[in-house]
């Protein structure tokens, strides 16, 4: 069933430097529950389709949809998770966690419910007293996803949102995010510029070409589900990571950069 419908979407930036023509004709469709990872050289619109996705961007031509309904504003039914950290500082965990219950009138006690589900899920409930100052990155970055997955959104749009952290606390994650995804089965899309990380999470790889951004291929990581982080040693994942890699340095030749690195 298809949850987003990407069709003929076009967006260019005017100004009176030049105008930039990010997206070209971009069409996609994305199934419910599907987890699909956007990568590519910098500049190819990956962040600005999400943006498009969320609502917070008007495409310049095109239809976007969502369960058949043309989507023309942010809505609850969408969460995003930027690369910064977006919790509020002066609320705790729990507070944080429970800011956008709040916002929708949800009584007090289906509030706590809902934030102890979360605190639970992401390993936070021993912190929830706790605010964000004394917390690690790692840890800003589980309230993040914790807020967002309790509004309860159909679609969780998430912007390379582990590229700030060390590579443990990355893998970390990445591990939470799929055990998450895998109990809630919400819909997501997901941006990031590192290969494996991609190869690891996703269902479907959309890899992007740029100038302007539009679909240069696809790649299905056929790996069993649940996947545990061994599957990264595995002759298989490194082909496939050598074949993304060989890809994006064909992409980046195009455009005059360096070699990609993952």
């Known amino acids: 069933m298809k949850k987003i419908s990407l069709q003929k979407i076009n967006m260019t930036f005017f100004s009176k430097k030049g105008d930039v023509h990010v997206l070209d004709d971009f069409d996609l469709d994305i199934s419910e529950g599907e987890f699909v990872c956007f990568v590519g050289p910098s500049g190819c619109g990956k962040s600005t389709l999400l943006r498009i996705i969320a609502g917070l961007l008007t495409p310049t ?26 919790v509020f500082p002066w609320l705790t965990v729990e507070k944080n ?39 690690s990155g790692g840890m800003r970055k589980r309230v993040d996803m914790a807020r967002a997955f309790a509004n309860d959104p159909e679609v969780l749009l998430m912007d390379e949102p582990f590229g700030m952290l060390d590579a443990m606390t990355k893998e970390n994650l990445q591990v ?4 998450i995804w895998a109990e809630t089965g919400k819909t997501i899309c997901f941006v990031t510029h590192d290969l494996e990380e991609a190869i690891y999470l996703a269902d479907r790889i959309i890899v992007f070409q740029s100038d302007p951004g539009k679909i240069h291929n696809i790649y299905y990581p056929e790996f069993e589900r649940p996947r545990s982080v061994d599957i990264k040693m595995s002759p298989e994942f490194q082909v496939m990571r050598k074949e993304l890699i060989d890809v ?10 360096d070699t990609y690195e993952a």
Do not use: C, W
């Open 248 to 257: 994006m340095n064909v992409l980046l030749t195009k455009k005059g950069r």
């Open 176 to 179: 939470e995010t799929l055990r």
């Open 61 to 86: 031509s095109g239809d976007l949809l969502m369960n058949g309904q043309a989507i023309l504003t942010p809505g609850a039914d969408r969460a995003m998770v930027f690369q910064d950290d977006s």
């Open 97 to 135: 966690i429970e800011y956008g219950l709040k916002q929708k009138n949800m009584s007090r006690k289906d509030r706590r419910e809902v934030t102890d589900h979360y605190l639970n899920l992401v390993g936070l409930y021993s912190r929830r007293k706790a605010y964000p100052k004394e917390l």
